[in-house]
C-alpha cells in the first residue's frame, strides 16, 4: 500500500532521498512483516526454554530490541536484555538465547558478539538483511531470519520489530496477536500522514526546539522512544539532543535545569499517553520548567494500550526528527560523520564499525 502522506515540495527538495516514505511506510511493514514471520522457528534445543533472553545489538539495529524489551518487561517470566559493544555479559550460556540483530549483517560489533554467543554454545539466531552475518549463520547451521527492505538501518525498524516481537511472543513472554498488529499498523499509517503534515504536533515540537538542545522526558515503556528521538533528532536533523527516564529524572536531572542558563538553551519535550505512569512527574517538571523560564511542549502519544502507544511514539518521535530536518533545511539520510569514523576505524586493526 502505497503511503497516504506527499510531502510539500520545498520539504521533497531538502529530503532528497525520501527518509519521508520509510516514515509514512511503517505501519504497512510492520503488518506485512508480521504476516511474514509467521514460518519464524526458534533454535530452541530439545525443545528447552530458554532462562534468558538477549538481543545483540548496536545502533539504529538496536532500537526495536529496546522497544520489545521494554513492552515485555512487566509481564515476561525471564529477564529480555538489549546488549550492545562486543562483549556478552558473563551470564550468557547455553540457557540463553541470543538473537544477533544487524540490518546491513556486517555491524562489526554485532559480528563480536555473535562470536561470543558461538563460544558460550549459547542457542543463536539472527535477523538480517544479508551481509557477514548471513554469510556466518549459514556456514555454522544457526537460524537467520532475512529480510529485504532497502533502507538505512534507523529506517528499517519495521523489518527488525516484527520477527522480534514474534519471537517473544512464540517464547510466551509478551502475548502479541495478529488483530493487535493490523489495528497499530492502521493507526499508524494514518498518524504517519498526520504527524508528517505541516503544523503537526510534531512539527510544532521541531520549531520549539529550533536553535535549542531538546530534553526528551518519558516514562514506561516509553522510554525507549525518547532515547529514539534523540537519536533520530541527531542522524535525521543533525540536530543533539538528550533523553532521561521518569521517575529517575525527577530525582536528579532536574537540579540541573539552572534558571540563569537552561531558558537559553533547553526545551524540555514530553512523550505523554493516556495511562502514563510518568504523567505525575510530568505535571510537576511542566511546573518547575515554567517557574524558570524554560520552555515546556507535550507531544501527545495516541493509543488505548502500552503496545499501540510505544508504536504510535515511533512513528511520532521519527516525524518529529523528520520535521526538525526539513524545518533546517537538511537532508535527513546522509550521516558524514559516522561514514567518517568508520572510514577510520577501519584503517585500524583492532576495530571497526558499521551501522
Known sequence: MSPAFEPEPAAAAVDRAGMWRHIAAFGDLLAREWRRSADLELPLPSGRMPDQLVIAATGGSAAAGDIVAALAAPVSEIPITVVRGRELPNFVGERTLVVAV????????????YDDAWRRDAPLIAITRGGRLAA???????????????????????????????????LGLYLVTT??????????AALAAEQLAAGSSAARAAGAAAGRIPLILAGGP?????????NQLAENAKLLAASAALPEAAHNLVVGLDPALAPA??????????????????????????SRGIPFLRLPIPGTSPFEQALAALVTVDALSWQAAIARGIDPTPIPEIESIRERLARLSSAEIST
Open 179 to 188: 488483530p493487535d498488529i493490523e489495528q497499530a499498523a492502521a493507526r499508524c
Open 102 to 113: 544487524s540490518c546491513s549483517g556486517n555491524t562489526a560489533e554485532t559480528l563480536a558478539l
Open 222 to 230: 516509553l522510554v525507549p522512544l525518547a532515547e529514539r528521538a534523540r
Open 265 to 290: 538553551r533547553w526545551t524540555l519535550l514530553a512523550l505523554a499517553a493516556e495511562g502514563d505512569p510518568a504523567a505525575p512527574y510530568l505535571e510537576v517538571i511542566e511546573e518547575l520548567a515554567a
Open 136 to 170: 556466518r549463520c549459514e556456514d555454522d547451521g544457526v537460524p537467520a531470519w532475512r529480510f529485504d527492505y532497502d533502507a538505512p538501518p534507523r529506517a528499517a525498524v519495521a523489518p527488525l520489530l516484527a520477527p522480534l516481537l514474534r519471537i517473544v511472543e512464540r
